[in-house]
T-cell receptor, first 121, second 111 residues
Framework: DTGVSQDPRHKITKRGQNVTFRCDPISEHNRLYWYRQTLGQGPEFLTYFQNEAQLEKSRLLSDRFSAERPKGSFSTLEIQRTEQGDSAMYLC???????????????????FGPGTRLTVL | DAKTTQPPSMDCAEGRAANLPCNHS???????VYWYRQIHSQGPQYIIH???NNETNEMASLIITEDRKSSTLILPHATLRDTAVYYC????????????FGAGTTVTVRA
């Protein structure tokens, strides 16, 4: 396992269609994160999972967005009824939470995938 | 999370050291300074992090001022492959799950 993978790398869709993206994290990583990045901006946090539990969702994650990680391994991010404003790069990252409860550290760095670029026409 | 301020862009000559500044004047005692970079069309990549001591790894060095209100990332011998957007992030010790990216510094290494 060489890193985080995402599929597809590019997706073009028409407004109103549903899209689903997949993220495969590094195999032993128990945390998985989704971010969104628009042109010229840094990535923005959307949500994260620890194992199969979704522990936090950003205000950016509207009701049209849903993320799952059913078996604590890969994750999917679905966008329903896409809008042109959803056009962005969707990034997935994973990390291994370890050490003392709640502490950051070198074991907690996030490894990012290459992203899925979504274009909504 | 504490806010960071970085210059929007900087140029560097290939083979020379690149010194990337970051201000984080509101950093609190339990917050780390992290640096990530993002090469065009790729996801961000972790570079280095520190709390109060200077840190060095195979990619870069991190110098944190004694009052911790600013830091400098040093790429000792910049190459063309170091052209990227560099993000300085302050991250609470207890909030270890998400990264709050700003706009970063676009570094262009020129031959």
């Amino acid at each position: 396992d060489t890193g985080v993978s995402q599929d597809p790398r590019h997706k073009i869709t028409k407004r109103g269609q549903n899209v689903t993206f997949r993220c495969d994290p590094i195999s032993e990583h128990n945390r998985l994160y989704w971010y969104r990045q628009t042109l010229g901006q840094g990535p923005e946090f959307l949500t994260y999972f620890q194992n199969e539990a979704q522990l936090e969702k950003s205000r950016l994650l509207s009701d049209r967005f849903s993320a799952e990680r059913p078996k604590g391994s890969f994750s999917t991010l679905e966008i329903q009824r896409t809008e042109q404003g959803d056009s962005a790069m969707y990034l997935c990252a994973s990390s291994l939470r370890g050490g003392r409860q709640g502490l950051a550290g070198p074991y907690n760095e996030q490894f990012f995938g290459p992203g899925t670029r979504l274009t909504v026409l | 999370d504490a806010k960071t301020t970085q210059p929007p862009s900087m140029d560097c000559a290939e083979g020379r050291a690149a010194n990337l500044p970051c201000n984080h004047s509101t950093i609190s005692g339990n917050e780390y300074v992290y640096w990530y970079r993002q090469i065009h069309s790729q996801g961000p990549q972790y570079i280095i992090h520190g709390l109060k001591n200077n840190e060095t790894n195979e990619m870069a060095s991190l110098i944190i001022t004694e009052d911790r209100k600013s830091s400098t990332l040093i790429l000792p011998h910049a190459t063309l492959r170091d052209t990227a957007v560099y993000y300085c992030i302050v991250r609470p010790r207890s909030n270890d799950y998400k990264l709050s990216f700003g706009a970063g510094t676009t570094v262009t290494v020129r031959a």
